[in-house]
Every structure is written in structure tokens, then in C-alpha cells.
């Protein structure tokens, strides 16, 4: 799976996961606690997906990630990173 549709898919299902909860706050009432928790446990969840999904054995996969991340994904992680 090319890193871009990797990408895409987590962008999709955060928003997707954001609204839904969103949803049910307005419609069940859900206390702010809830909210969290779900929040936290749902997002941790689309993290394990993409860890299965993108599973490797080649130890080099681990360190450099292959050399396959294109420097417009670099930059991104680079930028989320400064302060």
C-alpha cells in the first residue's frame, strides 16, 4: 500500500471519527468524559490498523523506513514537530 493512500485513509477516518463523535454527543447526551475516552480509544485504534496494514520484518523498514518516505511526508512530520 503506496504511503499516500495510507495517508489518506487516516486523514478520512479522524474526520470520520471526529464527526461521529461529535454526533453522539449532540444526540446522547454524551458526558465530556466520555467524549475522551472514546476520542482517545478510537484514535488508538485507527493507529493499530495502520500498524497491521503496515507491518514489516526488514529490520531497515524500522530505522529509515526504507528510504521510501518522500520529502513532501518528511516535511509534514518535520513541521507537526516544530515549535
Known amino acids: 500500500m503506496s504511503l499516500g493512500k495510507i495517508f489518506g485513509w487516516y486523514t478520512v477516518s479522524f474526520i470520520a471519527v ?3 463523535i461529535g454526533l453522539a454527543q ?3 447526551g454524551l458526558p ?3 467524549v475522551g475516552w472514546l476520542f482517545m480509544g478510537l484514535s488508538l485504534a485507527i493507529y493499530v490498523v495502520i500498524g497491521i496494514v503496515t507491518r514489516t520484518s526488514n529490520a531497515d523498514q524500522y ?3 526504507g528510504r521510501g ?3 513532501f511526508y518528511n516535511g509534514m512530520a518535520t ?3 516544530w515549535r
Do not use: H
Open 32 to 34: 465530556n468524559k466520555w
Open 18 to 20: 471526529t464527526i461521529l
Open 69 to 71: 518516505v518522500p520529502a
Open 26 to 28: 449532540a444526540l446522547f
Open 79 to 81: 513541521g507537526s514537530d
Open 63 to 65: 530505522y529509515v523506513a
